[in-house]
């Protein structure tokens, strides 16, 4: 199975992102924010010919995209790219899990949870 994150037609990011998952009180809706810090896209050498279409979630033929994409600079050269996922159903929220779980096989990407999620005992 082909897994792969893009923001362009024609490059696969490598980089892994720091994810970021927040869900409503009534679990219908939810989001998903990516951070790559350097990403692989930045480092090629025509990257200012790129033109980044959205940030494309790839796998077993289904396909998500995000066009809420925001690239941050630091010493006037790009640095990090951010990108959030609005999810308005289940459905897409149960679609995105799917592909984390695809994802997550393929990268070897972990999950860490936050201290300040955790439920008190």
């Given amino acids: 199975m082909v897994v792969k994150i893009l923001f362009s037609s024609h490059y696969?990011?490598?980089s892994l992102p720091i994810i970021?998952?927040?869900k409503s009180r009534n679990?219908?809706?939810g989001t998903a924010t990516f951070l790559f810090i350097r990403p692989s896209l930045f480092q090629k050498k025509n990257f200012s010919e790129i033109l980044i279409e959205g940030m494309f979630l790839i796998w077993d033929k289904k396909r998500m995209v995000s066009y809420d994409i925001h690239l941050f600079f630091h010493e006037g050269k790009p640095f990090l790219i951010k990108t959030?996922?609005?999810f308005k159903?289940?459905?897409e929220w149960f679609s995105f899990l799917h592909f984390m779980s695809a994802y997550v096989k393929e990268?070897?990407?972990s999950f860490d949870e936050s201290e300040n999620w955790k439920k008190d005992n």
């Fill in 107 to 109: 990268t070897g990407l």
């Fill in 12 to 14: 696969a990011e490598t």
């Fill in 27 to 29: 679990g219908k809706t």
């Fill in 20 to 22: 970021r998952l927040t």
């Fill in 89 to 91: 159903s289940p459905k």
């Fill in 84 to 86: 959030i996922f609005l």
